[in-house]
Structure formats: C-alpha cells, structure tokens
C-alpha cells in the first residue's frame, strides 16, 4: 500500500498563500482516492478536497475557490494549493488515500476521515 508524507505546511498572514504537497511511495497515487483533510484539537478531522482515481474533485464549501487540489503522477504527488487563507484555515492538514473511492465530481466534499485507511503525518498551518 502507499505512504505518504506531507510538507510545505507553515505560518503565513491572512490573505497570503502555501503549497502543500503528499508525495507517495510504495504504491501510485494514481490509482488511490486521494485528499486532504484538517484538524484542530479536540475537534474531528475534516475533509477538505479530494481528487480521485478518474479524476473527480470534491471541495469542502469553506474552501471552494481559494484552493486548488491536483496532482503530478510523474512525481506521485499530490498538492493542495491555498490562497486567500483565513485565521480559520489554522489546522493540522492530513493528505490520506484509499484505494477504490470514488465520489460524484463537482459536488461539496461527502466523503469522511473514516472512508480512508492510509494517511500522512501531517503538515501544520498557521495563519494570523
């Protein structure tokens, strides 16, 4: 199965923009369902974007917009590109993958953390 392991996280100022990346190994990303999820403490992790294997993207509504998931098979990575952040996009962000998901393109982002079996360890964001 994959591993994956996350960078790019950091702080920033509200408005300003960072570039997280999940690169995979193991496995190819391609053929998993894959995306990001965040998570502040004591609350439950949520989805954010995910990409999957046919190519279908789904976003949470609070990020609609302001970022962007898409992925490089050549590097076997995936990447979540953030702009316009907000104090509120201050989480841990979690890239996960699960062979064999697919979800309904265009649509608010349905699928939950308990739908994905292999995850990162996290990249932490900060915006203030």
């Known amino acids: 199965h994959v591993q994956l392991v996350e960078s790019g996280g950091g702080s920033v100022q509200a408005g300003g923009s960072l570039r997280l990346s999940c690169v995979g190994s193991?496995?190819?990303?391609?053929?998993?369902?894959i995306g990001w999820f965040r998570q502040i403490p004591d609350k439950e992790r949520e989805g954010v974007a995910v990409?999957?294997?046919?190519?279908?993207?789904n976003y949470a509504d609070s990020v609609r917009g302001r970022f962007t998931i898409s992925k490089d098979d050549a590097r076997n990575t995936l990447y979540l590109q953030m702009n316009s952040l907000k104090p509120e996009d201050t989480a841990m962000y979690y890239c996960?993958?699960?062979?064999?998901?697919?979800?309904?393109?265009?649509?608010?982002?349905?699928?939950?953390?308990?739908?994905?079996?292999?995850w990162g360890q996290g990249t932490q964001v900060t915006v203030s």
């Open positions: 996960a993958a699960q062979p064999g998901l697919k979800v309904v393109n265009n649509r608010k982002m349905y699928v939950k953390a308990e739908n994905f079996d292999y």
């Open positions: 990409l999957d294997s046919v190519g279908s993207i």
């Open positions: 193991g496995d190819t990303i391609g053929r998993y369902c």
